[in-house]
């Protein structure tokens, strides 16, 4: 009993600080325009890190960092919605410019837009407009969360996959730190 006792401290920082990153990355990840892929890749490989100085191999490690990174992103994408729910403001879009969606190969339209107040708005929606459309969004009037449409309902599911996550997380991290070394 006494040799788990001792490995507790070491498993609550290693939880503390992969929890810390998470939230610092959905943070960043806030709204459509975030730099996803270098943030989301140093949660994986801090993720990966987190059970260093246990004798956990390589399987237990992409574990631990594909948790953390469906973590971040189920999070990022709760609390969006939830802003967007709580205090959301419905405007009016006007589309700013037309470029090519994704790579550019399908042909699908990728449109910039900005509110009628003379707000840009991060990030793009692929729909099929032309220039000077009007198109309905809601805006987080403090921030850069924003969607097309009417203001969205809560994130019930984003918000239970995020805390299964958050609870696989924790005793996967948990059982990691106090197991016992192999011999």
């Known amino acids: 009993m006494a040799e788990p006792i001792r490995r507790l401290p070491g498993a609550l920082l290693r939880n503390c600080l992969l929890?810390?990153?998470?939230?610092?990355?959905?943070?960043?990840?806030?709204?459509p325009g975030g730099?996803?892929?270098?943030?989301?890749?140093?949660?994986?490989?801090?993720?990966?890190?987190v059970p260093h100085g246990t004798d956990a191999e390589f399987v237990a490690r992409t574990g631990v960092a594909l948790v953390a990174v469906?973590?971040?992103?189920?999070?990022?994408?709760a609390w969006d919605?939830?802003?967007?729910?709580?205090?959301?403001?419905?405007?009016?879009?006007v589309?700013?410019?037309?470029?090519?969606?994704?790579?550019?190969?399908?042909?699908s339209p990728a449109l910039r837009l900005r509110t009628e107040?003379?707000?840009?708005?991060?990030?793009?929606?692929e729909e099929d407009l032309?220039?000077?459309?009007?198109?309905?969004?809601?805006?987080?009037?403090?921030?850069?969360?924003?969607?097309?449409?009417g203001r969205p309902g809560r994130p019930l599911a984003q918000t239970a996959g995020a805390g299964?996550?958050?609870?696989?997380?924790?005793?996967?991290?948990g059982r990691l730190s106090l197991r016992r070394p192999r011999r």
């Not at 929890?19 to 709204?31: K, N, T």
């Not at 107040?117 to 929606?125: D, H, I, K, S």
């Not at 996550?165 to 005793?171: E, G, I, K, N, R």
């Open 117 to 125: 107040a003379g707000r840009e708005l991060p990030g793009t929606v």
């Open 130 to 149: 032309p220039v000077g459309a009007r198109l309905a969004v809601t805006v987080d009037p403090d921030g850069p969360a924003w969607a097309p449409g």
């Open 95 to 107: 589309v700013a410019q037309r470029t090519a969606g994704g790579d550019g190969a399908d042909g």
């Open 70 to 77: 469906g973590l971040v992103l189920l999070g990022g994408a």
């Open 35 to 49: 730099a996803w892929i270098p943030v989301l890749l140093a949660v994986f490989v801090v993720a990966a890190a």
């Open 19 to 31: 929890l810390a990153v998470e939230f610092g990355a959905i943070w960043l990840l806030r709204g």
């Open 81 to 93: 919605r939830q802003v967007l729910h709580d205090r959301g403001r419905e405007e009016t879009a």
């Open 164 to 173: 299964a996550l958050l609870l696989l997380q924790t005793v996967l991290v």
